[in-house]
């Protein structure tokens, strides 16, 4: 009998040995007999696939923090090439836009990830908006040191092609209230400058300094030292039309910015009502219009929304306002370009004497400015006198005159009398010039059409010296004057 017919008598199979815990833990089984002879088990394909698929998320978690990710938004580009452009062009999106910590990087990948499909989804709005918080720009090896810094000097290149410096200091401005508002980095460093990225925009500075101050005649800005607060008066010397002109001969004498630098600041930057429609569309929000603090503490501190968003610009620079106000006085309006009631009766009430002092509007002399005028000293460097008390100004309004003092001023006593002198010395040739026309006009009742434009050009010349006050300029009152008195002898038929 064989061992084929008795199965009894075969021999017992060994079973398989047994797998280990690590092995059932990483779903790893033998192959016996196999080529390779370690297979996964099903377990073992799904931690395969797991891994793979947490490689996979991690990597392209790690791509979509890398700036090249943001641009695959259209939208995103002209952001992109600003960034790629700028000072931060080193530093990757998420180290601004995410703020520090593992809490705050899973928000901002959350964040990120829904405006991804609202992209996808086409649900997007046309501009983007993104906020950076104070923690991110001073996260450590970042700022983290900026508000210990002190003043910084600020260099700035301006539309002339010169270097202004203005002194910085971060601290009052992120640890102190400003107008009684708390300010963020991004008050300051916005994107608001087409094609740039996290620049200061000075409408801001601009805005935050000026607003609801006086200017003009008393300069006010915010800070106890007025224009010194930002930046000091130039220590080089100025080429001017008249010389070279040194600021410290006259700030030593305690000469103030705004005796020569009047019209430096354009625009009030008021809020108008209607831009409130342009983010929102409810009633109950508009109404919150005249609740400032509260529109402030939402937009500023609590959002980065642009000042320029909601106020109008304030311009500052050493001429800002003078082309609206000369533009004004020329085209009738006595408010300095403004119009309003004063404009209504009272028209081109100081065109002579703007005119005289540009050294234009005359006859027959060419145009010859005033020393000060080419000084760039306005009005209110010698307009300094009360004309009327007080108590009457409160009714009749207040007129500034120009007195010796005022020259004094400026150059303590190397002009003293000149005044007097002056007005002596126009006050006289303009009455020789009156005889010259009157004879001309009583010796020739009837003048021919040469003898009327000589009498014209006679007439023009005394009349923008008189009531245009020739001390404004008075070289060119006094060339004025002797064309009137050679004008009138040729009318008259006398040889000059």
């Known amino acids: 009998?064989?061992?084929?017919?008795?199965?009894?008598?075969?021999?017992?199979?060994?079973?398989?040995?047994?797998?280990?815990?690590?092995?059932?833990?990483?779903?790893?089984?033998?192959?016996?007999?196999?080529?390779?002879?370690?297979?996964?088990?099903?377990?073992?394909?799904?931690?395969?696939?797991?891994?793979?698929?947490?490689?996979?998320?991690?990597?392209?978690?790690?791509?979509?923090?890398?700036?090249?990710?943001?641009?695959?938004?259209?939208?995103?580009?002209?952001?992109?090439?600003?960034?790629?452009?700028?000072?931060?062009?080193?530093?990757?999106c998420p180290e601004c836009h995410f703020e520090p910590g593992l809490k705050e990087t899973l928000k901002g990948k959350w964040q990120a990830s829904s405006q991804a499909v609202k992209y996808i989804t086409q649900t997007y709005g046309s501009k983007p908006h993104a906020e950076i918080r104070d923690t991110s720009c001073m996260r450590s090896g970042c700022h983290e040191k900026r508000v210990l810094e002190g003043k910084v000097n600020w260099k700035i290149q301006t539309q002339r092609g010169t270097t202004i410096t203005i002194k910085f200091d971060h601290t009052p401005h992120l640890t102190e209230e400003r107008r009684g508002k708390?300010?963020?980095?991004?008050?300051?460093?916005?994107?608001?400058?087409?094609?740039?990225?996290?620049?200061?925009?000075?409408?801001?500075?601009?805005?935050?300094?000026?607003?609801?101050?006086?200017?003009?005649?008393?300069?006010?800005?915010?800070?106890?030292?007025?224009?010194?607060?930002?930046?000091?008066?130039?220590?080089?010397?100025?080429?001017?039309?008249?010389?070279?002109?040194?600021?410290?001969?006259?700030?030593?004498?305690?000469?103030?910015?705004?005796?020569?630098?009047?019209?430096?600041?354009?625009?009030?930057?008021?809020?108008?009502?209607?831009?409130?429609?342009?983010?929102?569309?409810?009633?109950?929000?508009?109404?919150?219009?005249?609740?400032?603090?509260?529109?402030?503490?939402?937009?500023?501190?609590?959002?980065?929304?642009?000042?320029?968003?909601?106020?109008?610009?304030?311009?500052?620079?050493?001429?800002?306002?003078?082309?609206?106000?000369?533009?004004?006085?020329?085209?009738?309006?006595?408010?300095?370009?403004?119009?309003?009631?004063?404009?209504?009766?009272?028209?081109?009430?100081?065109?002579?004497?703007?005119?005289?002092?540009r050294g234009v509007g005359g006859r027959g002399v060419p145009d010859m400015p005033s020393p000060m005028f080419r000084a760039q000293v306005d009005c209110i460097a010698c307009h300094k006198a009360l004309q009327k008390e007080p108590g009457d100004a409160d009714v009749t309004g207040q007129t500034f005159i120009a007195v010796q003092d005022s020259c004094n001023y400026c150059h303590s006593t190397k002009y003293d009398g000149v005044l007097n002198q002056w007005r002596k010395q126009v006050a006289d040739q303009v009455a020789r010039a009156e005889k010259a026309y009157a004879d001309a006009i009583a010796s020739n009742p009837t003048p021919n059409s040469d003898q009327k434009q000589l009498l014209a050009d006679a007439d023009t010349n005394i009349k923008l010296v008189k009531l245009g006050h020739g001390v404004h300029n008075v070289n060119y009152s006094t060339a004025l004057l002797n064309v009137a008195i050679e004008r009138s002898n040729q009318a008259k038929g006398v040889s000059p």
């Open 182 to 357: 708390h300010l963020r980095c991004v008050s300051c460093h916005s994107q608001i400058v087409q094609g740039q990225h996290l620049v200061v925009t000075l409408d801001t500075c601009f805005l935050c300094h000026f607003k609801g101050f006086e200017h003009g005649r008393n300069e006010k800005t915010l800070g106890d030292k007025g224009c010194q607060v930002c930046h000091d008066a130039p220590r080089s010397e100025v080429q001017l039309a008249t010389g070279t002109f040194k600021h410290q001969d006259y700030i030593s004498k305690g000469v103030t910015c705004e005796n020569c630098h009047a019209e430096v600041v354009n625009g009030d930057g008021q809020v108008a009502r209607q831009t409130c429609w342009t983010c929102h569309n409810q009633a109950s929000q508009v109404a919150e219009f005249n609740k400032p603090d509260k529109l402030h503490n939402i937009h500023i501190t609590e959002h980065k929304v642009e000042c320029s968003s909601c106020h109008v610009q304030i311009e500052h620079s050493l001429n800002a306002a003078s082309k609206t106000r000369l533009l004004g006085l020329l085209d009738g309006h006595a408010t300095g370009g403004q119009s309003g009631a004063c404009g209504q009766c009272h028209s081109s009430s100081h065109a002579g004497p703007l005119e005289l002092y």
């Open 1 to 92: 009998m064989t061992t084929e017919s008795n199965p009894a008598m075969l021999p017992t199979p060994t079973p398989p040995p047994r797998r280990s815990l690590f092995m059932r833990l990483l779903g790893i089984k033998r192959r016996a007999g196999k080529m390779i002879p370690i297979g996964l088990t099903i377990w073992g394909w799904i931690l395969v696939i797991g891994v793979c698929g947490m490689g996979g998320m991690a990597a392209f978690a790690e791509y979509s923090m890398q700036p090249d990710f943001c641009r695959s938004c259209h939208i995103m580009e002209p952001y992109y090439q600003a960034w790629h452009n700028s000072t931060h062009k080193n530093v990757s």
